[in-house]
């Protein structure tokens, strides 16, 4: 009787602990579709805005073209692969699968990360020499950057995913993983992103500090608006700042994962970090439109007619007085 009594309780405990993880799994599943398709939708427009408004096309906000398609791919990814495992409360594809969806996410991850920095330093530049930045970033130039950048992730990638090929599903996550059991893959998965937050915060300080000497009245690449020069600082500012908040949890999850086993990361640290990386790529459209006025017109323009009225009304009573005056005179 005891022995049926044990079997029973035993049950319950499983039934309700399934219960629970598809209730977390089905939760999970609503914030990833909400914040992955605002991430693409938002991301989605930064790019239309910057590639059909020639006044911003400068490399700067090439650079954070670029950022936002990586950004748009990256909601892709949770869309492909997170959406529908979690409403499953499992991996919707093949094992064959986790690989591919391994080696998406940590490709970019590490392009985002790098991303930023190029932005930051990008900024450092225009700040500390003004009057040869034109010279010094050129066209090919940010090719150049670019395509540096996209080689550290690719090798990021390959230290994390090719020492030993071994990838899990986390149902706590609804993501493809791979375990932190070899040094280039602790290396690459916390040493590499530390080390580029450091050199953002110091890139940051160091744009504080010029700034902050009188430089903020000098001449920005590719416009004469004073107040945008130090708009340009402060968006890339922020957008930094906003990185390095929503990496802080992930970056705790992986050295917590690397001191311990998997079962010992906590459950609400794992979704918290995983949601928290997705938002950062959500953030940037706003602290753009916030920050940046060219940015702003150029968003309103595109999307907002009565703005567009308001502007042809303008024009239209500008005109007109210009006529007027020449009679009186």
Known sequence: MLTEMNEQLGMNQTENINYDTKRDAFVLGVTYLLVSVCVVI????????????????????????????????FGVYFLTFAVPSAFLNRFAYSDGMMG??????????????????????????????????????????FFFAIGTAVLLSVGRFCLIVFPDMDFYYSPYICLCLVDFDTTPTMVAAVGIPLLTLAIIVITSCMIAVELKRGMQHIQSAGTDD????????????????????????????????LLGS????????AMVSTVSVLSNSLWNVFIYTGTYRPFREALLRLFCRAYLRRQRRAEIQRHARVPNRNEIQ
């Not at 945008?228 to 917590?256: D, E, H, Q, R």
Request: proline share 5%.
């Open 100 to 141: 591919v969806a391994t080696a998406i996410s940590s490709w970019l991850t590490g392009q985002i990360i790098f991303n930023i920095a190029l932005a930051v330093i990008d900024r450092y530049i225009a700040i500390s020499r003004p009057l040869t930045y034109t010279r010094l970033v050129t066209t090919k130039v």
């Open 262 to 269: 998997r079962p010992q990361v906590p459950k609400s640290l």
């Open 226 to 257: 004073h107040e945008n020069v130090l708009k340009f600082p402060l968006m890339v500012t922020l957008a930094a700042g906003v990185f390095c908040l929503s990496y802080v949890p992930f970056i705790i999850g992986v050295m917590w994962n």
């Open 42 to 73: 938002s991301n989605g427009v930064t790019v239309l805005v910057i590639v059909l408004s020639k006044q911003l096309h400068m490399p700067t906000l090439w650079l954070i073209t670029f950022r936002a398609v990586c950004d748009l791919s």
